[in-house]
């Protein structure tokens, strides 16, 4: 009996970590970008973000991003899947100041962009919109499916663009100053002649699906440093 005890603690246990931290109530983490791959550099821009789980299931993003004399908000409301329903954005030194809601297959998008008046709809048919892919795959690295596609969006414009994702195999990687066992995903734009100009490597924190580190085609590097 003591030994089937300790038998569904384990399971339990790896269940707890299979479903993923991010599905607590509240969950704040904070990365740092720099310029390459050498994180003992100079950090150039921080990125904190905090989820929060709402009472229909779904899940309540906030990313705040402070690049030079910028500072952007976003509050995305994402499904079950970690896939786009809604989206507002405010960056007063830009003078942006929008929403976007998905309805059905059409994603509505009013406000102003940049200081210009926008208001188009978006036809994304049945593919999840991830405007932030490295947050969405956080479902995916914890699902059994090796590839997936969707939609993303130049954020300049506000126009979809057609994207793709697949496992790489695991690694373990040192994140402040400790191994961490990861998913390495890598996404991009779908196409091969525009594929070696938008794509990146993102590592996932095994256990619980966390997002924790990307790489970009040139080096720039941003890794969690803080969670809370």
């Known amino acids: 009996m003591r030994k ?7 399971l339990m246990t790896w269940c707890v970590f299979k479903v993923g931290i991010l599905d607590a109530s509240e969950k704040t983490l904070t990365y740092h970008s720099f310029a390459d791959e050498n994180t003992s550099g100079a950090v150039i821009a921080e990125v904190l973000t ?11 993003l906030t990313r705040q991003k402070q ?14 899947d970690y896939a786009l329903v809604q989206w507002a954005r405010t ?14 297959a059409v994603l509505i998008v009013q406000g102003q962009l940049k200081g210009k008046p926008v208001n188009k709809n ?27 596609e969707f939609w993303t969006l130049r954020r300049d414009e506000l126009d979809k663009l057609p994207m793709q994702a697949r496992k790489e195999g695991e690694e373990t ?14 996404y991009s734009i779908v196409g091969k002649l525009r594929e070696k100009y938008y794509y990146r ?6 256990s619980d699906g966390a997002y924790i580190k990307q790489v970009e085609p040139k080096g720039r590097t941003e890794m969690l440093i803080k969670e809370d």
Do not use: H, W
């Open 173 to 186: 990687i040192v994140v402040n100053g400790k191994e961490i066992e990861a998913v390495k995903v890598y």
């Open 122 to 148: 978006i036809d994304l048919g049945l593919k999840p919109l991830y405007v932030y892919p490295e947050y969405n795959l956080t479902r995916f690295v914890l699902s059994d499916m090796r590839k997936i």
């Open 201 to 206: 490597y993102c590592y996932y924190r095994k």
């Open 67 to 80: 690049f030079e004399q910028c500072l952007t908000k976003d509050e995305f409301t994402l499904d079950k």
């Open 4 to 10: 089937i005890s300790y038998l569904l603690a384990i």
């Open 50 to 60: 905090k989820y929060r789980k709402a009472s229909d299931g779904q899940t309540v």
């Open 91 to 104: 960056c007063p030194e830009e003078e942006t100041d929008f929403t976007a809601k998905r309805e059905g």
